[in-house]
């Protein structure tokens, strides 16, 4: 598909929480590469937190009531785009499960599911996107996160995306499809297995001989970034959106500010 197939659609965006409070730049990187694909913006002031911390805790009762303000903030727009395939992956699969058997709320659910995406997806899948005239010279390694994955099926989107960046060459790490240790609040609850996680995950990705890593979650980014200070290992960590968008040369994350 073409920008044509996204206009005069009202698109939103679902910024999620880690963005919105540790890095606002993926926000604004995710606007700039929608509005480049042809798409207009919007950005719902009610939206809340996608819910997934009170899923995964066991907390049903309030992510029900969560996802429902959720749905509200985001009903009547034709596509909803987060830059995080958790988010979206909680929004278009884990839903379902917390309304199942609510068949009035099922109609509603599936409806909010079928036009959510995560960001590289929508660009390239849905939008035809490629970046224009954005240059970095650097080499990339990318982190596959688990929900972006195996629930929102994106692999090859981000990296056809970063194919596109004059300058930058994509170096695979051997493990690039294993889980970083984050998992929400499986880093809290299992903080030393996490920790070993973590470290094999670094160690691969230092052996890949890239400069900068890549990832469509931030979660994950802040998990890997944060342990690769405490190594004070050489590897810029960058949301892909920001590189996309042509904000290569900014702080990685944990370096400095927003």
């Given at each position: 598909?073409?920008?044509?197939s ?7 965006l ?27 913006i ?6 809340t ?105 994106v692999r ?37 297995i ?65």
């Amino acid at each position: 598909m073409s920008a044509s197939s996204v206009e005069n659609k009202k698109v939103a965006l679902f910024v999620t929480c880690l963005v919105d409070l540790n890095r606002p730049s993926v926000g604004f990187a995710a606007v700039k590469l929608l509005e480049a694909a042809g798409c207009t913006i919007m950005v719902p002031e009610v939206q809340t937190c996608c819910g997934q911390i009170a899923y995964n805790s066991g907390d049903k009762e309030s992510a029900k009531t969560i996802a429902t303000q959720v749905i509200r903030a985001f009903d009547g727009f034709d596509y909803v785009v987060a830059p995080s395939g958790s988010c979206a992956g909680m929004i278009r699969h884990h839903y379902k499960e917390l309304f199942d058997g609510d068949d009035t709320m099922m109609v509603v659910v599936e409806d909010l599911a079928n036009r959510t995406y995560e960001l590289t997806s929508f660009l390239h899948d849905i939008c035809g996107y490629k970046p224009d005239g954005v240059q970095l010279e650097t080499t990339v390694t990318y982190h596959d996160s688990c929900s972006s994955l195996r629930e929102m099926k994106v692999r090859d989107q981000p990296r056809a995306l970063l194919g596109a960046v004059e300058g930058l060459e994509i170096k695979e790490s051997e493990d690039r499809e294993a889980c970083c240790g984050f998992g929400g609040t499986f880093c809290l609850k299992y903080s030393e297995i996490s920790e070993s996680m973590v470290d094999t995950k670094i160690d691969n990705l230092l052996a890949s001989g890239a400069e900068t890593l890549a990832a469509g979650d931030l979660g994950c980014l802040m998990n890997i970034a944060g342990r690769l200070k405490r190594r004070s290992a050489p590897l810029k960590a960058m949301h892909v959106a920001e590189i996309l968008a042509g904000m290569g040369d900014k702080p990685g994350i944990g370096e400095g500010e927003n």
